[in-house]
């Protein structure tokens, strides 16, 4: 018992440290995927089985992501694919049939800013979209979120201080009653 216990705990740390690594630490070393396993041992008898797997591409990103259950059958998985510049450009989650739930698409300017994100749901139909604004200095402007006949669902401005910190986010909803109100504080 003590020797399994010893066991596991060691096959716990190695698997946890190889899950952890960095995105830089994946790249460096090439790693292609990562599996978490899990032994338990209840009522003298051990059970070993997946709790996740990961993918990766030659940068470092996770581009497919599992989950299992406790019975180590499958619960989730997500994929994502990446521009040549590391920015997410499609995320499709799948339920524990394997059928797609949401699938979201991203645009992206000259600039690398996030100009536009699409949501799909399972049927493939779009239910919303979300367009990025941004000034003269690259600072987000605005964010507006609309339906599939293009009504406002909500549009959150910010505002910045003359150094370019962001000082506020304000969102709104479909009638422009603030629904929420962040503020920034900086202490220098």
């Keep these: 018992m003590k020797n ?4 596991l705990f ?11 690594q960095s995105k830089k630490e994946v790249k460096k070393f090439k790693i292609k995927s990562s599996t978490e396993t899990l032994t338990e041992t209840k ?17 470092g990103n996770v581009t497919e992501e599992i989950q299992y259950n406790k019975d180590g059958s499958f619960k989730k998985k997500e994929t994502t694919k990446f521009n040549k510049h590391d920015d997410e ?9 394997g059928n797609v739930t949401k699938k979201t698409l991203t645009e992206y300017n000259s600039n690398n800013d996030k100009t536009l994100e699409k949501n799909y749901d399972a049927k493939d139909q779009m239910t919303e979209k979300t367009q990025f604004g941004y000034n003269a200095k ?7 979120t609309t339906d599939l006949q293009g009504k406002i669902i909500k549009k959150s401005i910010y505002t910045y201080d003359k150094n370019s910190l962001k000082i506020e986010k304000k969102t709104t909803d479909v009638n422009g009653n603030v629904i929420a109100l962040k503020k920034y504080s900086y202490e220098f």
């Design 138 to 144: 690259g600072e987000k402007t605005f964010e507006l």
């Design 43 to 59: 009522d003298g008898k051990e059970k070993t089985f997946n709790e996740s797997f990961q993918r990766f591409d030659k940068n």
């Design 10 to 20: 060691i096959s716990v740390f190695f698997i946890s440290v190889s899950i952890a």
């Design 89 to 97: 450009t499609e995320k499709v989650i799948f339920d524990e049939k």
């Design 4 to 7: 399994t216990l010893c066991f």
